[in-house]
């Protein structure tokens, strides 16, 4: 029971050092940003406010993962994934996670949320649905081609909140589709020309089913991936 408990926790390390990468991809993605304004003669106010409230957000986002990495260190030998549910809206989220993502692709790739309501609360870990959605997005934002947007879906069906991340990347074989959710596993055709460690999909995966919640993903080789989400707005009885 011990060792299957200190594996678990491994585990959940690695995939908080994965997730901390976003956030400062963020950090690094704004701090260029601002480089080249000051060098072309200074940026506008504004805009320099608004770059520096992103990295501060993106900071935060870091210190929060870096204090869920010190509590599971330190409750290493208790069982990890204790869920710290409040009331979120999963369309501000998304939009603000989108734009976090472009921002720290450096405006590679565009990407679009459209939302079906204009709010949709439910019970959920919000820094935990933060990190899965960026996970998401930035491996949409990775694989992506030819100029195409990056679409994210944010609606309700019946009791649930459905969440889409569609690219019109490189795709997935479909062979190798059931195996994507393994910790440490990547695609063929992505090994040895995209940098990873196979842990991002796995976090996902790992998150969405902590809040009793689905994970799909359907891919066509050359069109792209899309992932569907689907998370309960109530928590489940049996939690």
């Given at each position: 029971m011990l060792t299957t408990?200190?594996?678990?926790?491994?585990?959940?390390?690695?995939?908080?050092?994965?997730?901390?990468?976003?956030?400062?991809?963020?950090?690094?993605?704004?701090?260029?940003?601002?480089?080249?304004?000051?060098?072309?003669?200074?940026?506008?106010?504004?805009?320099?406010?608004d770059a520096l409230q992103h990295i501060e957000e993106a900071a935060r986002r870091v210190g929060s993962l870096l204090g869920e990495l010190a509590d599971l260190q330190a409750q290493s030998d208790t069982p990890a994934g204790i869920l710290r549910r409040q009331p979120t809206d999963l369309v501000q989220l998304a939009r603000r996670?989108?734009?976090?993502?472009?921002?720290?692709?450096?405006?590679?790739?565009?990407?679009?949320?459209?939302?079906?309501?204009?709010?949709?609360?439910?019970?959920?870990d919000p820094a935990r649905l933060e990190r899965a959605i960026a996970n998401l997005i930035d491996?949409?934002?990775?694989?992506?081609?030819?100029?195409?947007?990056?679409?994210?879906?944010?609606?309700?069906?019946?009791?649930?909140?459905?969440?889409?991340?569609?690219?019109?990347?490189?795709?997935?074989?479909?062979?190798?589709?059931?195996?994507?959710?393994?910790?440490?596993?990547r695609a063929s055709n992505v090994v040895g020309w995209f940098q990873g460690t196979g842990l991002g999909l796995a976090g996902v995966h790992h998150i969405v089913t902590e809040h009793g919640g689905t994970i799909v993903v359907e891919s066509?080789?050359?069109?792209?991936?899309?992932?569907?989400?689907?998370?309960?707005?109530?928590?489940?009885?049996?939690?």
């Open positions: 408990t200190v594996q678990a926790a491994a585990s959940r390390r690695d995939l908080l050092i994965h997730d901390i990468r976003t956030p400062l991809g963020t950090i690094s993605g704004y701090a260029q940003l601002l480089l080249r304004r000051a060098a072309q003669g200074g940026p506008e106010l504004l805009a320099l406010v996670v989108a734009a976090d993502s472009q921002d720290a692709s450096l405006g590679t790739w565009h990407v679009v949320v459209l939302q079906g309501v204009p709010e949709l609360v439910g019970l959920w491996n949409a934002l990775k694989y992506n081609r030819d100029a195409r947007p990056v679409m994210v879906t944010v609606q309700q069906a019946d009791a649930w909140a459905v969440v889409r991340v569609a690219d019109g990347g490189i795709g997935i074989p479909a062979a190798e589709l059931p195996r994507i959710f393994k910790r440490g596993y066509q080789i050359g069109i792209g991936t899309t992932t569907t989400v689907r998370l309960p707005l109530e928590e489940p009885r049996d939690e």
